[in-house]
């Protein structure tokens, strides 16, 4: 028999305790997110360590000193003051949740412990006096009708209303917003196992509707597709602020656990046993909330997990993503960047020009992106992505995928004469690009175009970039950015310190793994180095350039060029 949740937390958490207990912050310098985190951390570890038959409740007062400070940051509306979501309904959600965890937690001993009551009364009377602005508040993020709703449930859970549950209804009524793929509208690592997973299970629970663990299961299963042989999710796809950053699987670790039991099921169990032992967040928090599920107090499955294929295509068709995994290689393409339809990188939106992610043992790859000079309309997005026939008897060992996109700027003629005004003081209209006060849209376009289309090819040993670039006479610039902690070689430096492969074949080694890059394509003044973010990001002196060791391969439209990436070995070994 395997261990619970909160005995493989444990460790973790205990620490976290211990941290806590030391701490010199100034309780009036939190926010109320964190005060109540702090609070309920607290109250976990005074429980689950033997609450009343203890004697010392130094945790309970420490905790009720948190609650205190959340009182008196309580608006005469309900919502909480602080942060930069002013006033905010779904902010305050977050809070409540936490404090109906605690109230929970503490029902069954708040008519025993003096300090247990005086805190769960406290908590009561916050929780009671933010239910009205959370039943009639609004939201600005989709994931926050979940938060509110879960926190409604919560509070309905220990003060039955039906006007709660009616407002609960009217959120539900919108449709849960995950797609046939198992990807939340944001499409977020982040907020679908920090707020849309967990919500739905609340939600299924208090209101009896099994129904509503469906898109949690679809979300776990898109999370085992997009797990990435470092243990990390991938992001490239999210439209929220991880998209440009790895995200580890260890805060998923509760709800894979949730899953793993509730639905026997061997391989989400393998995932979870990894991640209960990588870093989560706040884990004392989470072994408090962990108590108020009565799954996590169960063992995983002790089934063995199917053993993984030798390799995997798996496609997320909305996103526009697919991923091939082999047991020590990932291989990620993207075409699902929302920059092209929208016109414009905007929070909220998938920003990320990164087409192409190659891990291959220690080795990442992280961002392959493509710049053009051209019109400062930033790197390549593509928006398509097409599987191409292996055009090879050995169909099994090779994939072949497509990656396009057209650009077009252009240059505006004279109006005609109706339109036409004698003092020149045209609309301020926007042009795409940039605004002006010329009546953009009334005029005719000379039109400047430029198709790329990359045709990615996996090989058991390699991925190679065919990169066909169309139109307008420009430079190019393919930018490889790997994870820092390796070296790299075969590369030269030009004035700028760009590191450019001009020739041959280089190299990026971390410990015994080598990934390879080559041919070079020259260098020089017509086809320089450079990364070109786009104006989105000049115009403000910023840019979206990933970290990394950054190396080049340069060349000019157009033309067709070949560079491939040797990852060694064959599928399932390192190189």
Do not use: K
Request: glycine share 10%; with cysteine.
């Amino acid at each position: 028999m395997g261990p619970t949740f909160l005995e493989a937390l444990g460790p973790a958490a205990d620490t976290a305790v211990r941290d806590l207990r030391s701490s010199t912050d100034d309780p009036a310098t939190l926010q109320h997110r964190e005060l109540m985190a702090r609070a309920l951390t607290l109250v976990g570890a005074w429980v689950r360590t033997g609450g009343p038959a203890r004697a010392d409740e130094t945790d309970l007062t420490t905790a009720h000193g948190y609650v205190r400070h959340l009182a008196d940051r309580q608006s005469e509306h309900g919502t909480f003051v602080g942060g930069d979501n002013v006033l905010s309904p779904p902010d305050s959600a977050f809070t409540v949740n936490d404090c109906c965890d605690a109230l929970e937690l503490l029902a069954p001993v708040r008519d025993v412990s003096g300090v247990a009551g005086a805190l769960a009364g406290d908590l009561d009377r916050i929780v009671l006096r933010a239910a009205p602005a959370l039943r009639t508040g609004g939201v600005h993020t989709p994931n926050h009708r979940w938060e509110i709703s879960a926190a409604l449930a919560r509070v309905h859970r220990l003060h039955p209303d039906p006007a709660l549950v009616a407002r609960i209804e009217e959120w539900l009524a919108e449709g849960a917003d995950i797609d046939a793929d198992g990807l939340w509208s944001e499409r977020s690592p982040n907020y679908a196992v920090a707020v849309s997973c967990p919500s739905f299970l609340v939600l299924a629970e208090v209101l009896d509707r099994p129904e509503l663990l469906e898109p949690v299961r679809r979300s776990i299963d898109a999370v085992l597709a997009l797990l990435l042989p470092d243990d990390t999710v991938e992001t490239v796809q999210s439209r929220r602020q991880d998209q440009s950053r790895p995200f580890g699987i260890g805060p998923f670790a509760p709800l894979l656990w949730h899953v793993a039991v509730q639905d026997d099921r061997a391989d989400v169990a393998a995932v979870a046993r990894r991640a209960v032992t990588l870093d989560m967040w706040q884990p004392g928090a989470v072994a408090a909330r962990a108590m108020t599920d009565p799954l996590l107090g169960r063992p995983l499955p002790d089934r063995e997990a199917p053993a993984a294929p030798a390799r995997e295509v798996l496609h997320f068709a909305d996103a526009r993503l697919v991923h091939v995994r082999e047991p020590r290689r990932s291989v990620v393409l993207f075409a699902g960047s929302d920059v092209p339809t929208q016109g414009h990188v905007r929070s909220g939106l998938a920003n990320s020009p990164t087409f192409l992610r190659v891990l291959a043992g220690d080795v990442v790859l992280s961002d392959v992106r493509l710049s053009r000079e051209f019109f400062g309309l930033g790197p390549f997005r593509p928006t398509t992505l097409t599987t191409l026939p292996s055009g090879t008897d050995d169909a099994d060992d090779v994939l072949r995928f497509r990656l396009t996109e057209s650009v077009a700027a252009g240059y505006h003629q004279p109006l005609t004469p109706a339109l036409r005004r004698p003092d020149g003081a045209y609309d301020l209209r926007d042009e795409g690009r940039f605004s002006a006060a010329m009546d953009f849209g009334d005029r005719a376009v000379d039109t400047v175009t430029l198709t790329t289309t990359v045709d990615v090819t996996v090989l058991p040993d390699a991925v190679v970039l065919d990169l066909d670039v169309d139109g307008a006479d420009v430079p190019w610039a393919l930018q490889l950015s790997f994870r820092t902690g390796g070296t790299v070689t075969g590369m030269e430096q030009d004035v700028e310190g760009n590191r450019v492969l001009v020739s041959g074949t280089g190299s990026y080694r971390v410990g015994d793994d080598v990934v390879t890059v080559g041919p070079g394509n020259g260098t020089g003044p017509a086809q320089p180095a450079f990364y070109a973010p786009g104006q989105d990001y000049a115009f403000l002196g910023g840019t979206d350039r990933p970290d990394g060791e950054h190396v080049f391969v340069t060349g000019r439209a157009p033309g067709r060029t070949r560079v491939t990436i040797g990852t060694g070995g064959s599928p399932g070994t390192s190189s």
